[in-house]
């Protein structure tokens, strides 16, 4: 018996490593006599014929049986012991039923938030009765097959219009905003329907990244960002000196839209030539606003486009969206917090 335990630790070792069998019988190996043994084939790699981890714990298990400590047994057929250990264990019902309902639950966030990533869902979620940890969600998230909404196209430069020349020069570099109403940003893009495209200008509180301003329309001149500029300054009633960005296009270098300016007191700044990066915020609204209301809906009509976007604009975006650069508030939320913080004294209005 005294010889018998030696000789099988060495067969373990051996099968371990796939020298020989289960059944002690040894594998053959051929070879050339000269020449390169695998003939032009790719040698294997360095420890491809090892055995998988589930028969090297059934060795381990057998030398155990045997008096072997785990630790030795391990040793002999190069195991890692925190392998040997780790066993796949199946899910209690608790945490199946458990994945069930956040399952739904984040199905449900992103039924209103198609965009929402992990992170977001996250802070959703426990608004409501989940706490779930964030790389759970992630987990789940993953194993339901439910990324947020695709990424499309990257956005085109624009080329300049070299006619009009009458440019504001880029004061946005020089502003940090500290309080609402004193960096606007604005822009326009297109939404494409069946058969044609409408048009969307929108104006941008920076403070805030509230929408303050829009128009729709099924033309591209002068009077659809009139329109939402026209929108901003009422609802705003914006103080002389409040700055208003926008990139070189006709319709905000032209003559009606500098006379609107200076009517309503504010200071004119536009992007450099063929730059988005000066006009950023807007740019990721614009970004935003196809990602997770334009592509999902796919819109037919012009009327879908009048009868959807108020909605989004103002009850998602403004009202109920996360913004991570507003430590995941909404624009409405972050100014209502500003305000608070204005009425307590604990800062000073600009």
């Not at 992170?119 to 947020?148: D, F, I, S």
């Not at 000196?241 to 296009?249: A, E, I, L, N, W």
């Not at 209301?293 to 109920?320: C, S, W």
Request: charged fraction near 25%.
């Amino acid at each position: 018996m005294a010889q018998e335990v030696p000789r099988r630790r060495a067969l373990a070792r051996s099968a371990a490593r796939g020298r020989v069998g289960r059944d002690g019988t040894a594998h053959r190996r051929t070879r050339a006599q000269s020449g390169s043994a695998h003939h032009g084939a790719r040698p294997a790699k360095k420890g491809a014929h090892r055995r998988p981890r589930d028969e090297q714990r059934a060795v381990v298990d057998h030398l155990r049986a045997d008096g072997l400590s785990a630790r030795r047994g391990c040793r002999m057929i190069g195991l890692p012991r925190s392998t040997y250990y780790r066993r796949p264990r199946d899910p209690d019902e608790h945490a199946v039923e458990a994945d069930a309902d956040l399952r739904a639950a984040i199905a449900r966030v992103q039924r209103e938030f198609p965009g929402y990533g992990y992170r977001r869902v996250t802070r959703e979620l426990r608004a409501g009765p989940h706490r779930a940890n964030h790389k759970r969600v992630q987990r789940v998230m993953q194993a339901m097959l439910r990324p947020p909404s695709a990424r499309r196209r990257p956005w085109v430069v624009a080329e300049p219009d070299s006619v009009s020349g009458s440019w504001y020069p880029n004061l946005r570099a020089e502003i940090i905003p500290t309080g609402p109403n004193q960096l606007w940003v604005s822009d326009i893009t297109y939404v494409r329907l069946e058969r044609a495209f409408v048009f969307l200008a929108v104006v941008l509180d920076v403070f805030s990244r509230k929408v303050i301003g829009y128009a729709i329309g099924p033309t591209l001149d002068a009077r659809l960002p009139l329109a939402a500029l026209d929108a901003a300054i009422e609802s705003r009633q914006p103080p002389p000196g409040c700055v208003h960005h926008s990139d070189r296009g006709s319709q905000y270098s032209s003559r009606r839209y500098r006379e609107r300016l200076a009517e309503a007191g504010l200071l004119g700044s536009m992007s450099r030539a063929g730059n988005p990066y000066d006009n950023a915020h807007v740019e990721s609204f614009m970004k935003t606003l196809k990602h997770e209301e334009i592509y999902p809906r796919g819109y037919r009509t012009m009327g879908d486009v009048i009868a959807h976007h108020p909605h989004f604009l103002e009850q998602i975006y403004n009202n109920k969206r996360q913004h991570s650069a507003l430590n995941y508030r909404s624009p409405n939320a972050f100014e209502a917090d500003h305000a608070l913080t204005l009425s307590s004294g604990q800062i000073s209005p600009p």
